[in-house]
């Protein structure tokens, strides 16, 4: 049997360890990861799967970005651990986050990944928004949660600025 729990401060290294596991080396090059530097994940929306023995099988994140003035989630990253693919659970982390964040409020998801895969989830190419460089406008992709959600919104994808406090 699979788990989902949301990701805790004690999951952060062991979520790390399977992207590593999963991902190229250098994933932290993206372009995507420089819209999370310094920016928290989205709490109540970042999953991790465990099995019956408590090990790490899949997680989920969710990062706030910003186009413009609209708020958007950027999903991701997603993995599955490589001994569990195949099995469903990235189609459940999706479906359950997903559901998730529109629970939360949330009207609009975009991602940086492969259609053939997204699609199923409703996700569809983002005309007119824009990921820092380097990336593939064929693998912008976004949902509206809410219908409608992503009409009008067109840009650069920006971070979610974090107010600076000074002490
Ligand atoms: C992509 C990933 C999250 C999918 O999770 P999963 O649990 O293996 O997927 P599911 O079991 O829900 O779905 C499996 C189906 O997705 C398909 N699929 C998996 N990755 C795909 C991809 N990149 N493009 C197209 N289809 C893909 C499989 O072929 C399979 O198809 P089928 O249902 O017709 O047999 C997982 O394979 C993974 O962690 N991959 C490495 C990391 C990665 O690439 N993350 C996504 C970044 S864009």
Same mark, same amino acid.
């Not at 001994?83 to 990235?90: N, P, Y």
């Not at 820092?132 to 600025?161: C, K, M, Y």
């Given at each position: 049997?699979?788990?989902?729990?949301?990701?805790?401060?004690?999951?952060?290294?062991?979520?790390?360890?399977?992207?590593?596991?999963?991902?190229?080396?250098?994933?932290?090059?993206?372009?995507?990861?420089?819209?999370?530097?310094?920016?928290?994940?989205?709490?109540?929306?970042? @999953?991790?799967?465990?099995?019956?023995? &408590?090990?790490?099988?899949?997680?989920?994140?969710?990062?706030?970005?910003?186009?413009?003035?609209?708020?958007?989630?950027?999903?991701?990253?997603?993995?599955?651990?490589?001994?569990?693919?195949?099995?469903?659970?990235?189609?459940?982390?999706?479906?359950?986050?997903?559901?998730?964040?529109?629970?939360?409020?949330?009207?609009?998801?975009?991602?940086?990944?492969?259609?053939?895969?997204?699609?199923?989830?409703?996700?569809?190419? @983002?005309? &007119?928004?824009?990921?820092?460089?380097?990336?593939?406008?064929?693998?912008?992709?976004?949902?509206?949660?809410?219908?409608?959600?992503?009409?009008?919104?067109? &840009?650069?994808?920006?971070?979610?600025?974090?107010?600076?406090?000074?002490?």
């Amino acid at each position: 049997m699979i788990r989902l729990a949301e990701e805790t401060a004690e999951d952060w290294w062991e979520v790390e360890a399977l992207y590593d596991l999963c991902f190229a080396p250098g994933r932290e090059a993206l372009s995507s990861y420089r819209l999370r530097d310094g920016v928290a994940p989205v709490a109540g929306l970042c @999953l991790t799967a465990r099995d019956d023995h &408590g090990i790490l099988a899949a997680a989920i994140r969710f990062w706030p970005v910003r186009i413009g003035q609209h708020e958007a989630l950027l999903l991701g990253p997603i993995a599955v651990h490589p001994t569990r693919q195949g099995e469903g659970l990235g189609a459940i982390l999706m479906r359950e986050s997903l559901q998730r964040a529109l629970d939360l409020g949330h009207g609009r998801v975009m991602l940086v990944g492969d259609a053939p895969y997204y699609a199923r989830f409703g996700f569809e190419k @983002l005309d &007119g928004v824009e990921m820092p460089p380097p990336t593939n406008p064929d693998r912008v992709l976004g949902i509206a949660l809410v219908p409608g959600a992503w009409e009008g919104v067109s &840009g650069q994808v920006e971070r979610d600025e974090v107010p600076q406090v000074h002490q």
